[in-house]
T-cell receptor
């Protein structure tokens, strides 16, 4: 079974530029999460999708971050414009849904904003 | 506000010894608690889950305890090996239909040969 796929693995941009991250969850997984992980800290939830609907985006900085999961499969997270403090790892995770708790994480995208 | 604290410093132990990692939390009533392993440059990998009505869970060389009165979980790795060196994350789970995790900052474990 293929795992959660993410791309790109690394991205370097200048502040005020925009960037997009892509995630393809495990096939059949209804729930998808995006996390931000600052170096030395644990992952922090940004947004949770159930199929193509948003369950929780209360911690997403909506003035600059957006995310979508149009067909209930893969998802895109965008930052526009980026700030220096957005330098972090961005992790995508998925679960089967229906109350199952184990989350399966992708390798993440490491973003550096200069 | 909710707070999750793991071992404040990195943990170094000798190969063959038992590593014990702590996870303390406040202002939270988790339905379950999970432990994940994270290697540099990779995403976390699930290890164990323990529910609020369970005291202990084991899986091979791993053991986790959960004390909801003390608001604490302990994670043990017995007969530790250098390959166990990684960062270990504690995550508290919210029940209900929206299953979400709140992660601690992790403990970096180094097993010395």
């Amino acid at each position: 079974e293929a795992g959660v796929a993410q791309s790109p693995r690394y991205k370097i941009i200048e502040k005020r530029q925009s960037v997009a991250f892509w995630c393809n969850p495990i096939s059949g997984h209804a729930t998808l999460y995006w996390y931000q992980q600052i170096l030395g800290q644990g992952p922090k939830l940004l947004i949770q999708f159930q199929n193509n609907g948003v369950v929780d985006d209360s911690q997403l900085p909506k003035d600059r971050f957006s995310a979508e999961r149009l067909k209930g499969v893969d998802s895109t997270l965008k930052i526009q414009p980026a700030k220096l403090e957005d330098s972090a790892g961005y992790l995508c995770a998925s679960t089967v849904g229906g109350g199952m708790e184990t989350q399966y994480f992708g390798p993440g995208t490491r973003l550096l904003v200069l | 506000s909710q707070k999750i604290e793991q071992n404040s410093e990195a943990l170094n132990i000798q190969e063959g010894k038992t590593a014990t990692l702590t996870c303390n939390y406040t202002n939270y009533s988790p339905a379950y608690l999970q432990w994940y392993r994270q290697d540099p440059g990779r995403g976390p990998v699930f290890l164990l889950l323990i529910r609020e009505n369970e005291k202990e869970k084991r899986k091979e060389r791993l053991k986790v305890t959960f004390d909801t009165t003390l608001k604490q979980s302990l994670f043990h790795i017995t007969a530790s090996q250098p390959a166990d060196s990684a960062t270990y994350l504690c995550a508290l789970g919210r029940g209900g239909s929206a299953r979400q995790l709140t992660f601690g900052s992790g403990t970096q474990l180094t097993v010395l040969p």
